[in-house]
């Protein structure tokens, strides 16, 4: 119906609105504790240790729960108590993100007094009481006591929940009042019933349609074809990816659990740019096979797949490159590894790769011969035979590479991680050749591992090593945008495909993980991009659009919208989301910087002006494509 899109648009650009208006306690409570002068920072809480311990100078330490195999940090040092009934006071910041492992030793001695585990929440105020026990047995007893509750931190991200949920029931509300002939009718009176035809033919017409602008996603046979249809669910896709992708760029509300995870794990933001290169590789593939069809030669072709890599790449170093903020860029802190490069060297191998091997997409009597079932794999071997290649490559030199001062096949963070035998090892052989290659000055120098692991070396996430598992998510997406095109009008077949290879590379991700995040042999990692992390978000991707294409192409439950339309536009979004980051109105002085629901705010409306800007991009036909 015709007012849906505009209907979903203003929902969701309402929704970013109604967040600014939903207070919380946390901006209320006070951030200073005025007799111990210790200044809260966001996620972190007050602890008063009180040491009750005549003649026992105490050394606390800290370390995180999420910290794998860390060294004890000393979070800070209290002294004894003079008298009997005076314990001594020591006020510290405690961080609120994840639990908290507190170990406590006789300064002198370093023997250990106590040790226990605690979740602080953000902005509470606990006493850690540390005093002789008797109960049959002398001993020293250590507890925790609440004086001020802490935040509900979690609660700005509840209630932008739930009111995304409520405008998505209500849209689908209108929607339903739509689909009723009574109420068209109605409306049809109500306004010009020439407008609401036109509006009606519109974009919220079939998704399925023939859509005018082209692009990547086009579908055709060589040879002779109808006219070509564009398949919604990929823009989908390549939308719902970018937008999270450009929330979590923004900040993310500053949560934890939309940052990258620290070095082994997921987290929201960790799982969007696999996305993207997976959704690439199907543009690849559906595009590709369109152009060939359109009688353009491969030698042509191969010119326009160099000229856009070389394109993506010199975006990146040049304009997208955070190494600006060392000061004006120089070649001395160039960073050459990035987001647009490593787009550019995946998309360059794809696309080459499946232009020496191009054949015609068999005809619907293919579907009559002999291991038919299995065209859309034994159609591509020379491709899958090289991707094995180049996985065998990745695993020789990450396992078997030796690195100066680290063991051999090491995948740790280095830093105070592995009890700080390695710190200077991290990421391994992946860091080594980044390092050797590029040199440290080319890299990314504020890795996610030295939040947590305190890190001190440069290391790129966007490394060479981990392009070539780039490379194999664009594969596995070029695989799935064969099935789309291998098996189109049959979506039986390509739904029992998509369900086999979501539940296959889960398989495999189950094999090297033992689900767990740091105890397989393979751990699930962004920084290392290993296989593991390949084929858990791969599998991932494949179910995602198990529920997209039968909802959006086949039964057009819903058409995309919002995320449409910055998918249709998606090189504009994330140059420009980069670019203006620090330009009002994506960000405005804040009143309280240290307010997680601020910063959701603030994060949530520059979302939103980026998904107005491709919506308005979309209506007027201006797409940004090299």
């Not at 203003?10 to 970013?16: C, D, M």
């Not at 009606?200 to 006219?227: F, H, M, T």
């Not at 696999?274 to 009688?295: A, C, D, K, N």
Request: net charge neutral.
């Amino acid at each position: 119906m015709p007012c849906l899109n505009k209907a979903n648009l203003y929902a969701f650009l309402s929704f970013s609105c109604l967040i600014a208006l939903t207070g919380t306690s946390e901006t209320m409570l006070r951030r200073r504790d005025k007799k111990r002068h210790v200044e809260l920072k966001m996620d972190q809480a007050l602890l008063l240790i009180h040491n009750e311990l005549l003649r026992t100078n105490l050394t606390v330490y800290w370390n995180s729960e999420r910290c794998y195999h860390c060294l004890f940090q000393v979070l800070v040092n209290v002294s004894q108590s003079r008298r009997a009934g005076e314990p001594s006071i020591a006020a510290v910041g405690v961080s609120a993100q994840h639990g908290s492992i507190l170990q406590l030793k006789a300064t002198e001695e370093e023997k250990e007094v106590c040790r226990l585990e605690y979740k602080f929440g953000e902005f509470g105020n606990y006493s850690l009481l540390v005093k002789h026990v008797q109960d049959g047995v002398d001993r020293i007893a250590c507890d925790v006591v609440v004086n001020e509750d802490p935040v509900d931190s979690n609660l700005p991200v509840t209630v932008a929940f739930l009111i995304g949920l409520a405008l998505v029931i209500a849209v689908c509300f209108l929607r339903f009042l739509l689909s009723l002939d009574d109420f068209n009718n109605w409306i049809s009176k109500a306004i010009n019933s020439r407008e609401t035809d036109r509006l009606i033919n519109s974009e919220l017409g079939s998704p399925s349609r023939a859509d005018a602008l082209g692009g990547d996603s086009q579908l055709e046979a060589w040879g002779p074809a109808a006219a070509p249809q564009r398949l919604r669910c990929v823009d989908t896709f390549r939308g719902i990816a970018l937008i999270i992708m450009v929330f979590v760029n923004y900040g993310g509300g500053k949560y934890w659990y939309f940052k990258h995870s620290s070095w082994n794990g997921l987290t929201v933001a960790d799982l969007v740019f696999p996305w993207f290169v997976f959704i690439m590789g199907s543009s690849i593939f559906l595009s590709m096979t369109s152009t060939l069809q359109r009688g353009c030669s491969k030698f042509r072709l191969l010119g326009k797949i160099a000229w856009r890599s070389f394109l993506l790449i010199s975006l990146g170093i040049v304009v997208v490159n955070p190494n600006y903020c060392l000061g004006p860029l120089s070649w001395d802190k160039l960073r050459i590894p990035g987001v647009l490069q490593r787009l550019g060297v995946t998309y360059f191998v794809v696309a080459v790769l499946e232009l020496l091997f191009a054949k015609p997409v068999p005809g619907s009597g293919a579907s009559e011969r002999r291991c038919s079932s299995l065209r859309d794999i034994l159609s591509s071997w020379p491709q899958w035979l090289f991707i094995l290649l180049l996985e065998s490559i990745w695993l020789g030199l990450t396992f078997f590479l030796p690195v100066p001062g680290c063991p051999t096949g090491y995948l740790g963070p280095g830093g105070i991680g592995d009890l700080g035998r390695y710190p200077n090892c991290t990421g391994g052989a992946a860091g080594y050749i980044d390092r050797l290659l590029l040199g440290e000055d080319h890299l990314y120098q504020h890795p996610s591992s030295a939040v947590l692991y305190h890190t001190e070396v440069a290391y790129d996430p966007e490394g060479i090593l981990g392009t070539i598992n780039s490379i194999v998510m664009a594969f596995l997406g070029v695989q799935a945008g064969r099935i789309l095109l291998y098996y189109k009008d049959q979506t039986k077949a390509i739904l029992l495909r998509f369900t086999a290879w979501s539940c296959f590379l889960g398989l495999i991700s189950v094999a090297l993980t033992k689900v767990s995040e740091n105890e397989g042999s393979i751990p699930i990692n962004k920084n290392l991009w290993s296989i593991s992390y390949v084929t858990t978000l791969s599998s991932f991707a494949f179910f995602i659009l198990l529920v997209l294409y039968p909802t959006v192409d086949v039964k057009g439950l819903w058409t995309g919208t919002p995320f449409f339309y910055p998918g249709m536009n998606s090189l504009l979004v994330y140059v420009g989301h980069e670019v203006f980051e620090s330009y009002f109105p994506f960000q405005w002085k804040l009143g309280d910087d240290q307010s997680h629901r601020e910063h959701l705010t603030q994060n949530i409306v520059a979302t939103a002006l980026w998904v107005l800007i491709a919506y308005i991009l979309y209506k007027k036909k201006i797409f940004w494509k090299i």
